[in-house]
């Protein structure tokens, strides 16, 4: 009896170090989109991409967005990565729209390409602390993990290819120079989590041991 209290007692600290990690990426991912890309119209794909376009197309809130997309998401994990993954992605895709709305839109760097290179860099390292933790903001970033478990496509190259879509349309509601420098923001992105993960990189070790 006392050996399996302090194995559940062991489970527990390792979800509750996890469930952390989560959220703290969580939040890296929203000070990258609400602080660094966004203001200065930047679309870089994903489902907050999505949200952004949305936002300032038909003033429809980014976060009511998220949010609504993240639940079909969800349905789809649940289906073809199973109960566990669903389980853990269950906390990312709805902490992420509140922490979009949590998170003010501020312009802390004037400079755009500045501003999108640090962004996507930062953006890269949320996402795959997400990753490494068996978890994903919902969103475009599941569909990337479905196409690694069944056509074993790298998730930096899937997570490209789902976004490519949402970014073209930066050139309607943005104008051709967003586009680029969205499209530099998926590129910095994928080869950032690339280089993690050919290096790799573990960012758990930079959080909670």
Do not use: C, W
Request: charge should be positive; proline fraction near 2%; avoid cysteine.
């Amino acid at each position: 009896m006392h050996k399996k209290i302090k194995e559940r007692i062991f489970m527990e600290n390792i979800f509750t170090k996890k469930l952390t990690k989560i959220f703290i990426a969580i939040i890296i991912m929203a000070i990258s989109i609400n602080v660094f890309l966004s203001p200065h119209d930047i679309a870089a794909g994903g489902i907050s991409g999505l949200g952004i376009l949305l936002e300032r197309a038909f003033d429809i809130n980014r976060s009511l967005v998220v949010m609504i997309v993240n639940v079909g998401m969800l349905g789809l994990a649940y289906l073809f990565l199973g109960n566990n993954f669903f389980i853990k992605s269950i906390i990312g895709s709805l902490f992420l729209p509140i922490a979009l709305f949590l998170v003010p839109e501020i312009m802390v760097i004037q400079n755009r390409l500045l501003s999108v290179l640090l962004g996507s860099v930062i953006f890269a390292l949320a996402v795959t602390i997400l990753y490494q933790n068996e978890s994903s903001s919902g969103g475009t970033t599941i569909p990337p993990l479905i196409f690694e478990k069944y056509f074993n496509l790298n998730t930096s190259i899937g997570l490209l290819m789902t976004d490519l879509f949402i970014v073209f349309f930066n050139i309607f509601i943005f104008g051709v120079d967003s586009f680029f420098f969205a499209i530099l923001s998926l590129i910095i992105t994928s080869f950032a989590m690339k280089y993690i993960d050919k290096k790799q990189i573990n960012l758990n070790t930079l959080l909670i041991k």
